[in-house]
């Protein structure tokens, strides 16, 4: 059962422990004693290795229930008020869904409002029901905590997303999939279904690669995804090596996301480097 969303404090080695239960809600902050800082999350069916950078996963269904869900035309009935209540029912008779959606697959995600009233507010999502695949059911999603619909009365012209966490399912950045959020780095090998620790500030041992394209960190620059070869997933390389005299742009591209700063001792390509990440404090 989970038990808190604040700071948990780890002692060493608690961060390569994993577990077939939840303990945690996803995103629970974790601190060493040395102040390097991790994140809970959930594995895929798929078993990571140690050091690689991993990225928010892909959403459910190629993302039909991330935009333009319309509340159920009863809102509010006689089960809801119209503020300060943590259920809602959301409408997917329209989508084309290929498989059942699990229940609570957007537990510590998040519902958003990207038009109508109301638009402009995120809520935590604790739970919901699980979707027909022919979607001729509604989707019932119950609120997190106190995070209630008190600032703007939903109706039915209110569109709706749902988010999954971006800590549910990481998978490795790759040139092959479609580069999302960084998450962090994997402490150690993470088998697969599992709930683990992964590292997302201080110093941390990750995996280096590049090719003609890219470059090998350098100490005291920043570092981001290695996204040019497809077989070397969940690497990372440096950019502002890359630059030229003129400070035009060299590939990696700058508008990459900086997950941190090489640090210490110079990495080598195919080997592992130190990295001071910065990615989630």
């Given at each position: 059962m989970a038990i808190s969303t604040d700071t948990v404090s780890l002692s060493y080695g608690m961060e390569k422990a994993t577990t077939t239960n939840k303990r945690h809600p996803l995103g629970t902050r974790g601190v060493l004693p040395d102040g390097r800082i991790f994140r809970y999350a959930e594995n895929s069916a798929t078993a990571l290795e140690a050091g690689r950078l991993v990225q928010s996963g892909a959403t459910f269904q190629g993302g039909d229930f991330d935009m333009d869900l319309a509340i159920e035309s009863t809102y509010p009935d006689t089960d809801f008020n119209a503020l300060g209540d943590l259920d809602l029912t959301i409408v997917t008779s329209d989508l084309t869904l290929g498989t059942v959606l699990p229940a609570d697959f957007y537990a510590d995600g998040w519902m958003y409002i990207n038009d109508g009233p109301g638009e402009g507010h995120i809520y935590r999502i604790s739970s919901h029901t699980s979707q027909d695949s022919d979607a001729s059911t509604a989707l019932r999603v119950h609120l997190a905590g106190d995070d209630a619909l008190v600032s703007t009365a939903l109706t039915t012209a209110s569109l709706v997303g749902l988010i999954a966490s971006k800590y549910y399912q990481p998978v490795p950045t790759d040139l092959d999939t479609t580069l999302t959020v960084p998450v962090g780095v994997t402490p150690a090998a993470i088998a697969a279904s599992v709930f683990f620790w992964v590292q997302t500030w201080g110093l941390c041992s990750v995996w280096i690669t590049t090719d003609s394209a890219g470059a090998v960190p350098v100490v005291g620059r920043t570092v981001v995804p290695q996204?040019?070869?497809?077989?070397?997933?969940?690497?990372?390389?440096?950019?502002?090596?890359?630059?030229?005299?003129?400070?035009?742009?060299?590939?990696?591209?700058?508008?990459?996301?900086?997950?941190?700063?090489?640090?210490?001792?110079?990495?080598?390509?195919?080997?592992?480097?130190?990295?001071?990440?910065?990615?989630?404090?």
């Open positions: 996204i040019t070869t497809s077989d070397e997933a969940g690497s990372v390389t440096g950019v502002t090596t890359l630059q030229t005299s003129d400070n035009t742009v060299g590939i990696p591209e700058l508008n990459l996301p900086v997950i941190g700063v090489a640090a210490v001792i110079a990495a080598v390509d195919s080997d592992y480097g130190l990295v001071d990440l910065r990615i989630s404090p």
